[in-house]
């Protein structure tokens, strides 16, 4: 007889951006020439000071459980990371170090959300918040933007949507966000902050992509706004987007002192803890500087810049200047409604043309809640995005044909 599986692994969906990439990179390894724009990682190879601080620490034997929260030397260096690039105070004690900023986020859910709590999530959004919530038994209540709004939620409508809601409890917000690459400036987040604090909702404030910002624009974290915000905030951060860490496993969440004790109990009954190299490794990446970072950082804004004017190029499509992160989320939804005999009606149908008919992978928007658009990450090559736009524009031409 088969065993009934529990009602969250029923409802759980896969992730539909791993599935596309998954798809693209099956066609790679067939030996088919596909450009792929789905991967949401950097190209780059950890940078060589911080690699060689993990093979140190396995030398020396470093290789046992540490603490659940993260070994204190590196909570000491995220403390004063934390004042030094976002003037926050936060102490060692209230950091929670996890297995990816994914963990964090999850750990949190779970230390705060009961069931029918309703999370808000601003759409687009990174397709993860919304499983991480169902996960936890709590609700998503989506507030949607647009390219008219530069694709930022703004406190009247955050504001009203509460006043509907009969649980509500906690805002995911992403700044620099993925898929849209807007960074939320400081006079929105005061009034945004202003609303949570006003309704008691906590937000989660995942500032991943934190390093990756461009044309001088300034990252700011919603929980150094005032003291009072602060004890209302969980700052989620990490390592995998600027450092070019994904493999290696590593977040790490700031906030209110009661919240990150239960996290991290909730933790050490999962997890335990990181593996104890990459905690050595991320602690010279937080203390030591090369120079890498900046160079990536150069390299994605390059890239971003030449990708963004080449969408804007093609006739009825339109894409805003993302600010950070390495994703542009241009519209395409003109060719929803005119694509001669060829039935597409989603992104996602759009999206399996251009892969099967002119190999390249791009993710359909409706994995992040908005069918009028498409993803690309430009975390490749720059001779790949050339080829890639080049595939992209006659794909799309060949449609009005
Ligand atoms: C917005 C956002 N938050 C969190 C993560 C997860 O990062 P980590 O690798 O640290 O789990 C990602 C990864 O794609 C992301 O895009």
């Not at 994914?102 to 993860?128: G, H, M, Q």
């Not at 038994?137 to 409508?157: C, E, G, M, R, Y």
């Not at 999206?351 to 490749?380: D, M, W």
Request: with cysteine.
């Amino acid at each position: 007889m088969a065993i009934q599986l529990s009602h969250r692994a029923k409802a759980i969906k896969p992730s539909p951006t791993l599935s596309f990439s998954a798809l693209a990179q099956n066609m790679i390894n067939e030996g088919i020439d596909v450009i792929n724009f789905s991967v949401g990682e950097p190209d780059f190879c950890t940078p060589k000071y911080i690699k060689k601080a993990g093979i140190e620490a396995i030398k020396n034997n470093f290789t046992r459980y540490t603490k659940s929260s993260g070994i204190i030397e590196l909570r000491e260096a995220i403390s004063a990371k934390l004042k030094r690039d976002n003037n926050l105070d936060c102490s060692p004690e209230d950091i929670l170090v996890s297995p990816g900023a994914k963990a964090s986020i999850i750990n949190i859910l779970f230390t705060v959300c009961d069931p029918r709590d309703e999370v808000i999530i601003p759409s687009p959004y990174w397709v993860s918040y919304t499983s991480q919530v169902e996960l936890v038994d709590a609700h998503p209540v989506f507030i949607k933007t647009n390219t008219s709004n530069n694709f930022k939620l703004n406190a009247k409508q955050l504001e009203e949507k509460i006043e509907t809601l009969s649980n509500p409890k906690v805002l995911i917000l992403n700044s620099p966000n993925n898929p849209t690459g807007i960074v939320y400036r400081r006079k929105s987040l005061e009034k945004i902050a202003e609303v949570c604090l006003r309704h008691n909702i906590l937000i989660i404030s995942d500032e991943i992509y934190e390093k990756l910002i461009y044309d001088r624009e300034e990252h700011v974290s919603i929980a150094s706004l005032s003291p009072e915000i602060r004890d209302n905030t969980v700052l989620v951060n990490g390592v995998s987007k600027a450092y070019a860490m994904t493999g290696w496993r590593l977040g790490y969440a700031a906030g209110p002192s009661d919240i990150i004790k239960r996290a991290s109990r909730i933790q050490s009954h999962t997890t335990s803890c990181v593996n104890s190299m990459t905690q050595r490794a991320v602690l010279t990446a937080l203390t030591e500087d090369d120079g890498s970072l900046e160079k990536m950082r150069c390299q994605f804004e390059k890239r971003r810049t030449y990708l963004v004017k080449e969408l804007n190029s093609i006739e009825h499509v339109t894409c805003n200047l993302p600010k950070g992160a390495f994703y542009a989320l241009p519209n395409i939804s003109y060719y929803l409604h005119n694509n001669n005999n060829k039935s597409i009606t989603n992104s996602a149908e759009l999206c399996e043309y251009l892969l099967l008919e002119h190999k390249i992978a791009i993710i359909p928007g409706s994995a992040f809640g908005t069918n009028q658009h498409v993803r690309f990450s430009y975390a490749t090559s720059m001779e790949n995005i050339k080829e890639g736009i080049k595939r992209f524009k006659y794909g799309l031409q060949c449609l009005t044909k």
